[in-house]
């Protein structure tokens, strides 16, 4: 079964703080893996995204890495801010050529001053 | 939002009553899709279209359908609501089926 899982549920840093949000998949064939931020009562905005050969992308302050191996991807945000304040949504692609996307439940990230 | 309405924003309904949720872009993007988002679910694809009165069913379709009579518009029929379809719809765009989604600000409907 195609499943995305994504840890912690939640989490709360110190502003100005690095941390990690995980991402483990099942889905095969693997196409494409996408990390999404959603702001509350917002709609998610793509960050970034990784195909099978790629296992490092980066925009700004978040940094996501794919390990296909092993179907994990890590999303590393630097020298938190605030406004980083959100959901964060890790959604895999599958090869199949029908519009065949996977969404997992996403890391509630809370920056504290 | 990447040129993405949604209306209403949000609406209170009884159980029984059929609701329309309509999403516009102005984009010009082939691809339009709806989806559900609860607590403890990933988004769930409801229906998607990959052009005009072309259309094709996600994981939860029942209780459910859609229509698209021109590129920018995206309409999603609540026939009957229940209040298991109390939840936040959204509704995405791509360009290309296998693209980046960008996704409208959503709508909070409530069903009693």
């Known amino acids: 079964k195609n499943q995305v899982e994504q840890s912690p549920q939640s989490l709360i840093i110190l502003e100005g703080k690095n941390c990690t949000l995980q991402c483990n998949y099942t889905v095969s064939p693997f196409s494409n893996l996408r990390w999404y931020k959603q702001d509350t009562g917002r709609g998610p905005v793509s960050l970034t995204i990784?195909?099978?050969?790629?296992n490092t992308k980066s925009n700004g302050r978040y940094t996501a890495t794919l390990d296909a191996d092993t179907k994990q991807s890590s999303l590393h945000i630097t020298a938190s801010q605030l406004s980083d304040s959100a959901s964060y949504i890790c959604?895999?692609?599958?090869?199949?050529?029908?519009?065949?996307?996977?969404f997992g439940t996403g890391t509630r990230l809370t920056v504290i001053p | 939002d990447a040129g993405i309405t949604q209306s209403p924003r949000h609406k209170v309904t009884e159980t029984g009553t059929p609701v329309t949720l309509r999403c516009h872009q102005t984009?010009?993007?082939?691809?339009m899709y709806w989806y559900r988002q609860d607590p403890g679910h990933g988004l769930r694809l409801i229906h998607y279209?990959?052009?005009?009165?072309?259309?094709d069913k996600g994981e939860v379709s029942d209780g459910y359908s859609v229509s698209r009579s021109k590129t920018e518009d995206f309409l999603l029929t609540l026939e009957s609501a229940t209040s298991s379809q109390t939840s936040v719809y959204f509704c995405?765009?791509?360009?290309?089926?296998?693209?980046?989604?960008?996704f409208g600000p959503g709508t909070r409907l409530l069903v009693l």
């Open positions: 990784m195909t099978f050969s790629e």
């Open positions: 995405a765009i791509s360009e290309r089926e296998e693209e980046t989604q960008y």
């Open positions: 959604v895999v692609s599958e090869k199949t050529g029908a519009n065949n996307l996977f």
């Open positions: 984009e010009n993007h082939r691809y």
């Open positions: 279209s990959y052009g005009v009165k072309d259309t």
